[in-house]
């Protein structure tokens, strides 16, 4: 009965790992990538939903835009040119966390500017992404950033309900608070306790291997 | 004020903010900037010292570049939105010239070097001095102490999490935990004992 879910995954493999992206292989609990504003900034369900859209908005459309970028040119001047996308990008995007969250998008201070270096963009645009169909790249992309998503948020959840005693700013009259939370040690533990959760179920879902190739950091 | 004054006040402050970049406002410990790189290269075995040094030379050439461009920036309106397209544009310069330099120069593992600019130039921890630089409204000593100590602190603090990367990838450690999520724990141990060892207090 326990292995119902393994024995699931290991038949329709194919077709779920094209969804990896949103958990198993998640941007930042299992490649280890993108994880300042979520140690840093995810200090609250707010920040993590700003950041998090941001990094949606910025990543997707900047990876798409990426790959009409002509191959020929070197590499030097293509990983310019994403980053520079990134940045136009940026405009419109900070505009709009300024119009949905006037008073909390200064709470994110220098890391949503930084969105536009994320590994995402500099590195697997040219080392995943774009090796990949325009669609399956784009399916590709949008779980990956969703997976961002889920964790930003989820950490931001937990650190400030922890950490602050509230939900999205709604006092919740919990017994103690341990402030550390809200400091990037917080966001180190978290993490660190959802990185294990999630490499956890990984091994869970290949038979107790992990898969070494694609691990991020190990 | 004299011409030793004026070299002892520059480079005093440059030496100031180098240290505060390297400790109380260290990029990994205090702003995981740069975490993954540093995770990247000490799983990878690469030459930490070099890396370093290759971070800390684009950081402080981005830093001067951009402290001189900042007033024509900052007289336009909505400065603060096209601030990280200038930013990437100064990186983008240095980038090129670093590898055109490294193309030139006699070097023994010229590969490694170009691959860790590439790593390198567009890496959070470096637009992330620029703009911190920026926020804190440094002066000139500033931005190159701050880049200067940023390079220096990122080195530093991969170097410390290599030192105890084997011992967090052993099998004494649970599978679940070993490798990223036990390195994640203690890097955030060692945040904490920075921040008290320079002076913070928790509140009660």
Sequence with gaps: MENVLRTYYQKHREQIDRFDGLLVNNTVLERGLVIAP???????????????LSFILITFFGVLLASFVPKKLPYAI?????????????????YLMNLMFPDSVYKVGIFLPLLVT???????????????KRLNMMLDVFCHTVGFFLVIVTVGMLRE????????????NMPGKIYAFMLPFGGFIVLGFLAAAVQRFRIYLHGGETDQKKGGNR | MTWLEFTTTFFGKMFLYAL??????????????????SLWIIRKKY???????IMTIITTLSAVAVYYLLPYVQKLDSSSYILPLVYIG??????????????????????????????CAFNCAVLGALLLSTEYKLE?????GFGIGTGFGFTLATYLTYIAYGRLNSKAVPKAFRGFPITLFYIGILSLAIYGMIGHELPV
């Design chain 2, 20 to 37: 505060i970049a390297m400790f109380t406002e260290n990029t990994i410990f205090s702003r995981a900037l740069g975490a993954s790189t």
């Design chain 1, 118 to 132: 994320n590994s995402l963009i500099v590195t697997k645009t040219e080392t995943r992404f774009l090796k990949m």
């Design chain 2, 140 to 144: 000139l000593p500033g931005f190159i």
């Design chain 1, 161 to 172: 309900i922890f950490g602050n005693g509230s939900f999205f700013g709604n006092e919740l």
């Design chain 2, 90 to 119: 100064v990186i983008a310069v240095v980038y090129i010239v670093m590898l055109f330099v490294t193309h030139r120069l006699p070097l023994k593992n010229k590969d490694m070097m170009l691959m860790f600019i590439h790593r």
């Design chain 2, 47 to 53: 030459r930490i010292f070099a890396f370093g040094m």
């Design chain 1, 38 to 52: 979520v140690i840093v900034a995810a200090n609250t369900a707010q920040n993590g939903l700003i950041l998090g």
């Design chain 1, 78 to 94: 293509r990983v310019i040119l994403y980053v520079v996308l990134a940045c136009l990008l940026y405009i419109p995007v900070s």
